[in-house]
C-alpha cells in the first residue's frame, strides 16, 4: 500500500487483523531502527511489543505485537510463506510486523516468491517513506482547516492529553513531522 498518510496506513495495517501479518518497507539501513520505533509508537494494543531476528522466535510470541527484523529478509519471506498455515491457525492476539528493505530481497521474494505469505499480508503492506514529501504549507493549511495547529497537538501529547485512537495518532504523527519541519508558516 502506498500514498496517503503513512501513520494512519501503518496504524490501520496494525489494526485490521487481530493476529495477522504487515510487511513495512523501509527506504535504507540507516532508517531501519527508525522505522522500528515508529511502528512501535503507532501500536495502540493492550500488549507490549517485542523485537526479533527470526521467525521461530516471532512464532513463539503470540501475544505481543511482533517487530520481526530479519538478517535475512529473503529467507524469512519464504520460511512465513511456508508458515502460513501455522500463521492462519495460531492463537496470535497481535500482529507480526516484518521489515523488508524496499527494493531488497526481501521484498521481491514477497511479491514474487510467497504467494501464501502474500495472500494473508495484501493490504496490510506500507512503504511509509511518503512522509518524507511533506508540504509543509499545505499540511499547516490542513491543520488551520481543522481548528488546529501542530504545536498545540505536540504540546498536548507531552501533557498527555491527546487521544490514542488511530486517527489521532495519525494526527500527531503528521503534527510531529511538520514541527520538526520548521512548521512553516503560511
Avoid: C
Amino acid at each position: 500500500m502506498t500514498g496517503g498518510d503513512p501513520a494512519l496506513a501503518v496504524a490501520s495495517a496494525l489494526r485490521r487483523d487481530r493476529g495477522g501479518v504487515a510487511v513495512v518497507y523501509y527506504q535504507d539501513l540507516g532508517l531501519l531502527d527508525w522505522a522500528v520505533e515508529d511502528v512501535a509508537s503507532l501500536w495502540t494494543g493492550h500488549s507490549g511489543t517485542v523485537r526479533v531476528a527470526t521467525v521461530a522466535e516471532a512464532l513463539a510470541h503470540p501475544i505481543e505485537l511482533v517487530l520481526l527484523v530479519p538478517i535475512d529478509e529473503r529467507a524469512a519471506v519464504l520460511e512465513l510463506d511456508g508458515r502460513r498455515d501455522q500463521l492462519l491457525s495460531s492463537r496470535r492476539m497481535s500482529p507480526l510486523v516484518l521489515f523488508l528493505l524496499r527494493d531488497g530481497p526481501g521484498a521481491a521474494a514477497f511479491l514474487g516468491e510467497a504467494p501464501s505469505l502474500w495472500s494473508i499480508a495484501v493490504g496490510n503492506d506500507v512503504d511509509p517513506t511518503g512522509e518524507a514529501e511533506l508540504d509543509p504549507i499545505t499540511a499547516r493549511q490542513e491543520f488551520v482547516a481543522r481548528g488546529v495547529d501542530p504545536e498545540s497537538v505536540v504540546a498536548q501529547w507531552r501533557a498527555g492529553t491527546w487521544g490514542e485512537s488511530a486517527d489521532a495518532l495519525a494526527t500527531l504523527y503528521r503534527a510531529i513531522l511538520l514541527v520538526g519541519t520548521g512548521g512553516a508558516r503560511g
